[in-house]
């Protein structure tokens, strides 16, 4: 039997998406309507953004411990989480999580190297693009990056937490991203990741500059291969 995956959810259109991912791609893996056994908990988005507002990771990595623990007991064998910015509490409670986890960013990284990009742009929140959690991973894989300034980053922002995660999408935002994106290309980067969970919902390589790492769907696949692999290697 495939692995059952828990997810840690966050904010509830990227963690939609990743679900979405999960059991439409199953079949490809799997057979006709079959996926892996999924559940997903999630903690207010109120709550998160408080601790995120103060600058509280310990807090952040209570709630995701929190949703980790509620998995375990329900029958998870690992965990993933749709949400990039989180991933900067993940160290602080790893040593007392129930289970391991795939990490989004070491996803992201291992797909960019195998694609030979070289010099990756980096788009999220204001705190994921502050925070060291794609370049440590990137720099593992010999990745160079490349982060928006200032003014993108509070636009960027912006737009994520106004408008994305409350299923607002608009021609505006796409246009702001395309405009970054190019400058992005300008600057040396030969591919951009879309690090914020919600982004590919606006973004894809259809109407980017650049070829686009979609962390969402990226770790989603991630997920079913772990789920499948021991039903691979019983086989």
Same mark, same amino acid.
Request: aromatic share 6%; glycine share 8%.
């Given at each position: 039997?495939?692995?059952?995956?828990?997810?840690?959810?966050?904010?509830?259109?990227?963690?939609?998406?990743?679900? !979405?991912?999960?059991?439409?791609?199953?079949?490809?893996?799997?057979?006709?309507?079959? /996926?892996?056994?999924?559940?997903? /908990?999630?903690?207010?988005?109120?709550?998160?953004?408080?601790?995120?507002?103060?600058?509280?990771?310990?807090?952040?990595? #209570?709630?995701?411990?929190?949703?980790?623990?509620?998995?375990?007991?329900?029958?998870?064998?690992?965990?993933?989480?749709?949400?990039?910015?989180?991933?900067?509490?993940?160290?602080?409670?790893?040593?007392?999580?129930?289970?391991?986890? $795939?990490?989004?960013? #070491?996803?992201?990284?291992?797909?960019?190297?195998?694609?030979?990009?070289? !010099?990756?742009?980096?788009?999220?929140?204001?705190?994921?693009?502050?925070?060291?959690?794609?370049?440590?991973? $990137?720099?593992?894989?010999?990745?160079?990056?490349?982060?928006?300034?200032?003014?993108? !980053?509070?636009?960027?922002? !912006?737009?994520?937490?106004?408008? &994305?995660? /409350?299923?607002?999408?608009?021609?505006?935002?796409?246009?702001?991203?395309?405009?970054?994106?190019?400058?992005?290309?300008? #600057?040396?980067?030969?591919?951009?990741?879309?690090?914020?969970? #919600?982004?590919?919902?606006?973004?894809?390589?259809?109407?980017?500059?650049?070829? +686009?790492?979609?962390? +969402?769907?990226?770790?989603?696949?991630?997920? &079913?291969?772990?789920?499948?692999?021991?039903?691979? $290697?019983?086989?």
């Amino acid at each position: 039997m495939p692995q059952h995956i828990g997810i840690v959810a966050c904010s509830a259109e990227g963690a939609a998406l990743c679900y !979405r991912t999960i059991c439409t791609e199953g079949p490809a893996l799997l057979g006709p309507f079959a /996926h892996p056994e999924v559940s997903m /908990h999630t903690h207010s988005l109120g709550d998160y953004v408080e601790c995120l507002e103060r600058d509280d990771w310990q807090g952040v990595g #209570e709630l995701m411990l929190s949703s980790a623990e509620k998995l375990a007991r329900i029958g998870a064998d690992f965990l993933i989480c749709p949400d990039n910015t989180i991933h900067k509490a993940l160290p602080l409670i790893m040593e007392r999580s129930p289970l391991p986890w $795939l990490h989004i960013a #070491e996803v992201v990284a291992s797909e960019g190297a195998e694609r030979g990009f070289k !010099r990756l742009g980096i788009t999220g929140t204001r705190w994921l693009v502050d925070s060291e959690v794609y370049p440590e991973k $990137l720099a593992a894989r010999g990745l160079d990056h490349l982060r928006p300034n200032a003014g993108e !980053r509070r636009e960027i922002n !912006r737009i994520i937490m106004e408008e &994305l995660t /409350h299923g607002v999408f608009t021609p505006q935002a796409i246009s702001y991203f395309q405009e970054m994106m190019r400058r992005m290309q300008g #600057e040396g980067c030969d591919a951009v990741i879309l690090g914020c969970t #919600e982004i590919p919902l606006i973004m894809n390589d259809a109407n980017s500059p650049l070829p +686009t790492l979609d962390s +969402t769907r990226l770790l989603a696949q991630a997920a &079913l291969r772990r789920a499948v692999e021991p039903a691979s $290697l019983a086989a």
